[in-house]
């Protein structure tokens, strides 16, 4: 989300001299080579209510979104935090207003109705009754109102897009054929779903930024949060919105920095950070694929899962020999006709699942499974609080090999992204002539 930015020029102010760095100008705004700063612009004074288009945004709009942004990450922010995410509310705030605005002069209604029916949708989602999901807000420092107006913000721009841009996008048959024909010559080439958080940099403060990384990547591993919340905070990239997603890409299509990082890492990994120009990117690889070709962890799996709980307080070395005995107990299955009566001789649970995908299971587990044959099992896991689980194999249904997509679904994706790229545009031009007094 782009900011508007008010600077006073005060005259009697002391210049400020920046060096002459010899840099080409590629703005195309005629700056001076060398110049020279009036006044002091302090990024410590921030401004939290906005007046834009005559529309009010308070304190108090600011506030509750950023609880709004905390629940829906189930995020604790400290103080500092909390500062930035609150410039990065008001911005999105912005925006959301000018967005409602702009829809209203095209006359997009949206309904209370249809306000109510999103928010209860909202509301089952955090299983969560419509007035138990009013308190809940309350409790957490939002409102029922903060998360109405980020529904309307949302129906009155995608209908908005409906109504005035979709219409006038077209694509030709001759892109969707091309399309085809890349893909098809592109079979068997590896494919990466990846997530990014971008930091920006320049030579001042590169150093800065980096450590700031480091930092953020060490957050990051703990796991307190998903990936997707940290880059909704953190990235300057235009994907932060989508949680840093930017879907499936091939190594050629990456700068060669995050190309080499990405083909040699495993899914669920995180690599970073890692200099790209123009600053720093964290990774994360959620999934690899081969382009229309079956994929193994496609494959659907029929499992026996055996849980062997510990008592409470059981140490760690009780918990280590119970493992062992486990373990063994496990190797000595002759297939899964065995399975219940291997759990009652250990006391342990037994539970089926037939429809396991290979790439649901934790990353740990996948490889392990692949290379099972049926009946046998793998080795324990688990921990001494939640006890040791073992999955055993007892079927395996290969996926099919990949096909092309349909002409219609080519098209439709096209469509679709110009249509994204089409409200981008309408978006920095509403910014551009908007009236945003700061208060």
């Not at 005629?30 to 288009?53: C, S």
């Not at 990936?227 to 990456?254: C, I, M, N, P």
């Not at 194999?393 to 790229?421: F, T, W």
Request: glycine letters at 8%; one cysteine or more; charged letters at 25%.
């Amino acid at each position: 989300m782009g900011a508007i930015v008010l600077a006073a020029l005060a005259t009697t102010a002391i210049a400020q001299t920046v060096p002459d760095k010899s840099l080409p100008d590629n703005t195309g705004l005629d700056i001076p080579a060398n110049l020279q700063i009036f006044g002091k612009l302090d990024p410590n004074v921030r401004k939290p209510t906005a007046i834009v288009n005559d529309s009010v945004i308070t304190g108090t709009d600011v506030d509750q979104r950023v609880a709004l942004v905390a629940v829906a990450n189930n995020a604790k922010l400290t103080p500092e935090d909390r500062d930035r995410v609150k410039l990065q509310v008001l911005r999105q705030l912005i925006d959301e207003t000018l967005q409602i605005q702009e829809a209203k002069t095209a006359e997009v209604v949206i309904t209370p109705a249809e306000i109510n029916q999103s928010f209860d949708a909202v509301s089952k989602k955090f299983n969560r009754t419509p007035t138990a999901m009013r308190a809940y807000l309350r409790e957490e420092g939002s409102s029922e109102r903060s998360l109405k107006r980020q529904i309307e913000g949302e129906l009155a721009w995608q209908r908005y897009l409906r109504k005035r841009v979709e219409p006038f996008v077209n694509v030709g048959d001759e892109e969707v054929k091309g399309i085809l024909d890349r893909l098809q010559a592109a079979k068997g080439t590896d494919e990466f779903n990846l997530h990014e958080i971008f930091l920006r940099s320049d030579p001042a403060n590169s150093q800065q930024v980096f450590a700031n990384a480091r930092q953020l990547l060490g957050e990051i591993q703990k796991g307190t949060q998903p990936f997707e919340g940290f880059a909704r905070q953190y990235s300057d990239a235009s994907t932060k919105g989508v949680g840093g997603d930017l879907g499936w890409v091939r190594a050629s299509t990456l700068p060669a920095e995050l190309a080499q990082a990405v083909t040699s890492m495993q899914v669920g990994q995180v690599a970073g950070p890692i200099e790209v120009s123009g600053g720093y990117s964290i990774i994360y690889l959620t999934d690899k694929r081969q382009v229309l070709t079956a994929d193994p962890r496609d494959a659907r799996l029929s499992l026996k899962q055996l849980t062997l709980r510990f008592p409470p307080n059981t140490s760690a070395a009780q918990a280590t020999a119970r493992a062992q005995a486990f373990g063994e107990a496990t190797k000595a299955l002759r297939g899964c006709g065995t399975v219940e009566k291997v759990a009652a001789g250990i006391g342990a649970d037994v539970v089926d699942n037939d429809t396991v995908r290979v790439r649901d299971l934790p990353p740990q587990l996948q490889e392990i499974m692949l290379k099972l044959q049926v009946g046998e099992s793998s080795p324990p896991f688990g921990s001494a609080e939640q006890g040791v689980r073992a999955l055993v194999l007892c079927g395996r249904d290969d996926a099919a090999a990949g096909s092309l997509p349909s002409s219609d679904q080519i098209q439709g994706q096209l469509e679709q992204q110009r249509v994204n790229l089409r409200a981008q545009q309408k978006l920095r031009d509403l910014r551009r002539d908007a009236v945003v007094e700061y208060r």
